[in-house]
T-cell receptor
Framework: NAGVMQNPRHLVRRRGQEARLRCSPM?????VYWYRQLPEEGLKFMVY????????ESGMPKERFSAEFPKEGPSILRIQQVVRGDSAAYFC??????????FGSGTQLSVL | RKEVEQDPGPFNVPEGATVAFNCTYS??????FFWYRQDCRKEPKLLMS???SGNEDGRFTAQLNRASQYISLLIRDSKLSDSATYLC????????????FGTGTQLKVEL
């Protein structure tokens, strides 16, 4: 049973470009969470999704950020018109029961 | 006040030492508690859940004090491989079990 798969591992974008981060949860997990970790800071909750539904997006900036978890395919975190402050590690986690979370290896986003 | 507060450390201890970390949380409605471990900015990994009665897993013991709203982690007989950042995590069950992470306590075990 493969773990939570995130890609790409590293993503470099110039200011103003779009960033797309992908997350495939563990088999059988229907709950997906996205977290962001800025340098020297803790992980911050961004959004919680189930298949085709956003359950809690209270941690996600209102502008430029969006997330989806379609019926088929991975969950996508999209950041439009990236700025330098978006540079961070973005971790996805999945859960079978909303109790224990299993994290992917993360995507390190660097904005030039 | 941060929702979850931890001493960032670093704690530098010799191999074989016993070390303890504390963590406080601000939301009295928090219902689930965990310690995660994170190595060198890699993904966090669940170390253990924390129960009101306290629980032990090998060299690791976790305690929860609901009245004082703090959680502790005790590591006995430290190994070099224990060097990592230890994250205190709480959640309010309901609404998706959103986990709130502390910023972590860094442990360095030395020869």
């Amino acid at each position: 049973n493969a773990g939570v798969m995130q890609n790409p591992r590293h993503l470099v974008r110039r200011r103003g470009q779009e960033a797309r981060l992908r997350c495939s949860p563990m088999k059988g997990h229907s709950h997906v969470y996205w977290y962001r970790q800025l340098p020297e800071e803790g992980l911050k909750f961004m959004v919680y999704l189930q298949k085709e539904n956003i359950i809690d997006e209270s941690g996600m900036p209102k502008e430029r950020f969006s997330a989806e978890f379609p019926k088929e395919g991975p969950s996508i975190l999209r950041i439009q018109q990236v700025v330098r402050g978006d540079s961070a590690a973005y971790f996805c986690a999945s859960s079978p029961d909303r109790e224990k979370l299993f994290f992917g290896s993360g995507t390190q986003l660097s904005v030039l | 006040r941060k929702e979850v507060e931890q001493d960032p450390g670093p704690f530098n201890v010799p191999e074989g030492a016993t070390v303890a970390f504390n963590c406080t949380y601000s939301n009295s409605a928090s219902q689930s508690f965990f310690w995660y471990r994170q190595d060198c900015r890699k993904e966090p990994k669940l170390l253990m859940s924390v129960y009101s009665s306290g629980n032990e897993d090998g060299r690791f013991t976790a305690q929860l004090n609901r009245a004082s709203q703090y959680i502790s982690l005790l590591i006995r007989d430290s190994k070099l491989s224990d060097s990592a950042t230890y994250l205190c995590v709480v959640s309010i069950t309901g609404g998706g079990n959103k986990l709130t992470f502390g910023t972590g306590t860094q442990l360095k075990v030395e020869l």
